[in-house]
């Protein structure tokens, strides 16, 4: 059984996406071991509480980084999570934190990478005129929005889009491409050829 | 009648395509009015002369920037061209240039800028990795690769592709996307907002 901890720090849409997953066989042989938060009250807590998941509030407030990571770390290793999944952790990990868990951490960005990182993205490629928007699937490096990318979906943007509008079409994609992500991940099937996520062997090609 | 000017370096693809266009109507009421090049001896001058076009080479060793730009703009001013269209042509344009074309020279390039702007843009993608490519339709200013969008095409990325395989898939979308965006900058239906290319008045919201 692979065994998967998430980040979040709000609603944890894509944790639930991720879940129903594991739940329906799109991840088949897979759990979620542990839900983490670094902010208590969220609703993606309460939501992993209802579906008798382990899930932690791990205070930020008054503590160091390094004190904060230690516990992060320490309550996924005791977890024995093979992945750790941010389902909009709001909150840069720091490098001992990516250290602990060398290609094993995944984000969602909603855009197609490198363009438009950091905040506000889908207003960022509104505001820049994209026509074609999108999500991304990547490794987590110690850079923002970064490391290596795993899966990619356009989003036509349409006219009439508001940040509202595009922003729900593209969590639409998100919440089908994470959890495939995962499943490409966890197969072993692929592997990091430079910054390219490809078959391994040849095997798919 | 709307008139199109040319430019290109080498054998322009981009200009047969959009010739095609005005040939079968894709392009209604649209005429290639002069075909300029700053390299002589290169496919896209005899492809355009064996059309019956106006094709001219405007040599650039030995002049000032200004000489050979004051050159290229009394060629497509006495051609009245309404809109010029770079295709493969390989020199950033000067200000002076782009003043003299305000919002009328469209130009494509084979990423889906923001992302990978400049030269070998597809190998760029590929090493970065990512897994959706594509083309851009947008208006020169005076940055290279940086003005108003009008249309974007998505291109899926391949585990097997190369900046070959890559190239020619979305060359392709170039040849499709080129030909609709100058008949939505002809059609007069739309205006810039911003960074944002839009139908004028809420005509097709």
Not at 29 to 37: F, H, N, P, Q, W
Not at 63 to 89: K, S, W
Not at 102 to 131: C, Y
Request: hydrophobic letters at 40%; aromatic letters at 6%.
């Amino acid at each position: 059984m692979h065994r998967l901890g998430i980040l979040l720090s709000g609603r944890g849409s894509n944790f639930l996406a991720i879940h129903q997953a594991t739940e329906t066989g799109l991840l088949p042989d897979t759990e979620i071991a542990v839900v983490l938060s670094n902010k208590s009250d969220v609703p993606g807590l309460a939501a992993a509480r209802e579906r008798g998941l382990p899930a932690h509030h791990i205070p930020v407030a008054g503590r160091t980084p390094a004190e904060r990571d230690l516990e992060f770390i320490q309550r996924l290793q005791q977890a024995e999570v093979d992945l750790v999944c941010l389902a909009g952790y709001m909150r840069l990990l720091s490098p001992g934190f990516v250290a602990a868990f060398p290609n094993r951490i995944l984000n969602v960005h909603p855009s197609l990478l490198p363009s438009f990182p950091g905040l506000d993205a889908q207003r960022q490629a509104l505001e820049f005129g994209v026509k074609v928007a999108g999500c991304t699937v990547h490794f987590v490096d110690e850079h923002l929005d970064h490391g290596v990318i795993i899966l990619q979906r356009a989003v036509e943007v349409r006219d009439d889009d508001t940040a509202e509008t595009l922003s729900a079409r593209i969590l639409v994609e998100e919440h089908k491409a994470y959890p495939e992500a995962i499943a490409r991940v966890l197969s072993d099937r692929y592997h990091v050829e430079g910054r390219r996520f490809l078959p391994r062997g040849g095997d798919l090609r």
